[in-house]
């Protein structure tokens, strides 16, 4: 149905040389969704690598509010091999939660369904969120496989949604404790736990209200020994988002037993520069490798505060 949308050209513009090393293919659709809009992303294939590559599917920042695929420190994947798909997914304005977990999985079908005709390795996808789209990555990851959560979005139902592994920048893990963890902090930059913050708006009613119903779209909800690895970068100078958050998911993970690498960024505010250093990158790089390495484990780290 999407390729009898428009022009082919149109609807699926030729490659362009945007980044160095690498061709992009921009504004693709993955999904129509009836009554909201189409979701479109942006793929960037490393150049001179030989195929099938890994793929990366990055989903940015913005509370839920807004996405903008050009956002995010994922640039330098593209100089190690990988390839990186930058999605859109629907918001709070348009639909509620869990409506954008079900645009990512709508997403890695769609990189699987096109594997072949990208040269991309389909058995190798993971997911990397910032911030708000940390969260709906992060809900991805620990449904993997839940039929519940699968949702019917896009045309390729009949791939699978499950992604290898998943870095997560700051992102919210338990929208039940956002105010908890966040508005007690020195110049806190958003008051949650209000009828119109993001939660809030992303749920469509406060947390407080209807608890039993906030605390199920807590990651930790979903989460087992069997959950993919988790990759966390967590600022300590956040003042938009609690580290508490990190901090909770992580003792989650560790406690079923799951695989969680956990990095804190010493004096980094939300969605600071320090998140996109060499040493960050290098930490990222490090965590596909193993994670993308059959049988390779992964360390159960405790708080690293070294640099990034």
């Excluded at 807004?66 to 639909?95: D, T």
């Excluded at 806190?188 to 407080?208: D, K, N, V």
């Amino acid at each position: 149905m999407l390729a009898a949308m428009g022009p082919p050209d149109l609807m699926f513009p030729p490659a362009q040389s945007i980044l160095p090393g690498a061709k992009s293919y921009m504004n693709y659709p993955f999904a129509l969704v009836a009554g909201h809009r189409m979701l479109r992303l942006d793929l960037h294939i490393p150049e001179g690598v030989r195929g099938p590559v890994p793929v990366v599917l990055y989903a940015s920042g913005g509370a839920w509010r807004i996405v903008l695929k050009g956002h995010g420190p994922w640039r330098f994947l593209l100089q190690h091999g990988y390839a990186v798909a930058s999605m859109e997914y629907r918001l709070s304005e348009e639909a509620r939660f869990p409506a954008g977990v079900h645009d990512v999985k709508a997403a890695i079908r769609w990189l699987r369904a096109n594997a072949a005709k990208f040269s991309l390795d389909g058995a190798r996808i993971a997911a990397w969120g910032s911030s708000a789209g940390a969260y709906l990555s992060a809900m991805a990851a620990a449904t993997n496989g839940m039929p519940d959560f699968e949702g019917d979005v896009g045309e390729d139902l009949g791939q699978s949604s499950e992604i290898a592994c998943l870095i997560d920048h700051y992102g919210p893990s338990d929208l039940s404790a956002m105010a908890e963890d966040t508005n007690g902090i020195p110049g806190a930059m958003e008051i949650f736990g209000t009828e119109t913050s993001p939660e809030s708006l992303l749920l469509g009613y406060r947390p407080a209200d209807r608890p039993e119903d906030a605390r199920r779209a807590a990651v930790a909800c979903y989460i087992s020994a069997a959950t993919v690895p988790f990759l966390i970068m967590h600022g300590d100078a956040d003042t938009r988002l609690g580290i508490g958050q990190s901090e909770r998911l992580r003792r989650e993970l560790l406690r079923v037993g799951a695989d969680v690498e956990y990095h804190v960024v010493p004096g980094a505010n939300h969605a600071g520069p320090e998140f996109d250093t060499s040493e960050a990158q290098q930490i990222a790089l490090d965590f596909l490798h193993r994670a993308f390495r059959p049988g390779a484990p992964l360390r159960r780290a405790g708080p690293s505060r070294g640099s990034p």
